[in-house]
C-alpha cells in the first residue's frame, strides 16, 4: 500500500520527521543547489549541449530548499527499500497482522478516523467557553423572546461546566479502525502540527507505543494528576475503567504518530 503520490498532510510533525530522517540517512539536509544553463539566443538548457562557437551562455544557481512533504517522501521510501532493518509495516489488514506487530515498530495503517467528541471539547477550551457563554446569554434571552427554560442549564450548572473545562484540558486524540469490531489505533498529537481538520478516510504514520490486549483499556482524555501517579497505580486505574465513548477497549495499539495524510 504505497502512501499517494501527491500526499495531502493533515498532520505532519515536523520535528520528529528531521529525527527520523537524520537517523535512516546518517545526518540531516535541507537544501540543495541547482545550477541553470540559458543561452542568449533562448535555447534551452537540453539543447545548449549542441551549441557551437559564438553562442553564449549565461549560468544561474538557485538554492532549493526541501519542504517537509518532500523530506517525509524519502522516509517513506528508505523505509521501504529496507523495512526489516527500520522494523516498518506497511499494514493493509491491521486485524489479521495484529499478533505481529511488535512495540517499537513503525507502522503505516489506512483507516477511518475521528477525534472523539468529548477529546474534542475538552482540547478546545476557547469554544467550549463560546459555548457556556451563549447558554447563559440565551437563559437571560429566554424569556424576552417566549423560550422554555425547561430542561436549560442554570448559573450554577453553566459555572460547574467551565470549571470542569478549566481542569480536564486534554491533548487532542485521534482514534481509528479500519473495519467495526477490528483493532484500533490511537495516538496524541501535537497541536502546532495539525494543518487541517482531522477525520474521514486516512493513512497514519507511526510508531507504536502501546499494543493493548483483548480487553485491556485506555483513557483517551487527560486525567488530572495521572503524572503523578506510580506505575502500579495507573495499572489499577486502567483495570477500574469502565468502557465508555472516552475509553478505547483492546485489541488496539497506541501510537507515536508522525503524519496523517490522505
Not at 535541507?30 to 549541449?49: F, N, P, Q
Not at 519542504?67 to 524519502?74: D, V, W, Y
Not at 474534542?120 to 422554555?148: H, I, W
Not at 497541536?191 to 507511526?206: A, H, N, Q, S, T
Request: some cysteine.
Amino acid at each position: 500500500m504505497p502512501i499517494p503520490s501527491l500526499p495531502r498532510f493533515l498532520y505532519l510533525d515536523d520535528k520528529g520527521l528531521g529525527e527520523y530522517l537524520s537517523v535512516v540517512e546518517g545526518g540531516l539536509s535541507d537544501e540543495s543547489k541547482r545550477r541553470l544553463l540559458s543561452s542568449a539566443t533562448g535555447v534551452d538548457s537540453a539543447t545548449l549541449g549542441e551549441l557551437r562557437g559564438g553562442d553564449s551562455t549565461s549560468e544561474e544557481e538557485r538554492v532549493v530548499r526541501e519542504t517537509a512533504s518532500q523530506r517525509f517522501i524519502r522516509l517513506v521510501a528508505a523505509l521501504d527499500a529496507a523495512s526489516a532493518r527500520w522494523s516498518y509495516r506497511d499494514v493493509t489488514d491491521l486485524g489479521e497482522e495484529f499478533g505481529e506487530i511488535k512495540v517499537a515498530d513503525l507502522v503505516q495503517v489506512q483507516c477511518e478516523v475521528e477525534i472523539p467528541p468529548f477529546v474534542r471539547m475538552f482540547s478546545q477550551p476557547d469554544q467550549l467557553e463560546d459555548m457556556v457563554n451563549m447558554l447563559d446569554a440565551f437563559r437571560e434571552m429566554a424569556p424576552m423572546m417566549g423560550g422554555n427554560l425547561e430542561g436549560m442549564p442554570g448559573k450554577k450548572e453553566t459555572k460547574a461546566i467551565r470549571d470542569f473545562g478549566k481542569a480536564m484540558k486534554s491533548d487532542v486524540v485521534v482514534v481509528g479502525d479500519q473495519e467495526d469490531g477490528e483493532p484500533q489505533v490511537t495516538g496524541k498529537l501535537n497541536k502546532d502540527y495539525i494543518r487541517d481538520v482531522i477525520e474521514g478516510e486516512v493513512f497514519i504514520l507511526g510508531k507504536v507505543a502501546k499494543k493493548l490486549k483483548d480487553g485491556e483499556t485506555h483513557s483517551l482524555l487527560a486525567i488530572p494528576g495521572a503524572s503523578l501517579m506510580s506505575r502500579q497505580q495507573r495499572r489499577q486505574a486502567a483495570r477500574q475503567e469502565q468502557a465508555d465513548e472516552n475509553t478505547l477497549v483492546g485489541p488496539a495499539l497506541t501510537l507515536d504518530i508522525l503524519a496523517i495524510y490522505r
